[in-house]
Nanobody, 119 residues
Framework: QVQLVESGGGLVQAGGSLRLSCAAS????????MGWFRQAPGKERELVAT????????YYADSVKGRFTISRDNAKNTVYLQMNSLKPEDTAVYYC????????????WGQGTQVTVSS
């Protein structure tokens, strides 16, 4: 069973940057296309970005395109989300999991990592 652990969140001013990490234990995450999600207070969880198993194909939501970059290191079973030019509306808890466009079921959700962007 794969366990997902997100880290790297924090408090940052608008225009700043953060790099999130998603470490997978158990079955190697390189077997899966992965995605980053976020959930703001009172809102539904939304898909932010996805990356294929090899890392060659990536998808970004329009709201983060040009500012966020997803990457992965399969040797470390880790997926990253580099977030630049952060905006207050990026404030949310960020989670990683399987690419919902390819899989019908999710892995068990991790605890997420809080990102707070102040104006």
């Amino acid at each position: 069973q794969v366990q997902l652990v997100e880290s790297g969140g924090g408090l940052v001013q608008a225009g700043g940057s953060l790099r999130l990490s998603c470490a997978a234990s158990g079955r190697t995450s390189s077997s899966y296309a992965m995605g980053w999600f976020r959930q703001a207070p009172g809102k539904e969880r939304e898909l932010v970005a996805t990356i294929s198993r090899s890392g060659g194909n990536k998808y970004y939501a329009d709201s983060v395109k040009g500012r966020f970059t997803i990457s992965r290191d399969n040797a470390k079973n880790t997926v990253y989300l580099q977030m630049n030019s952060l905006k207050p509306e990026d404030t949310a808890v960020y989670y990683c999991n399987l690419d919902p466009r390819l899989y019908t079921n999710y892995l068990a959700w991790g605890q997420g990592t809080q990102v707070t962007v102040s104006s």
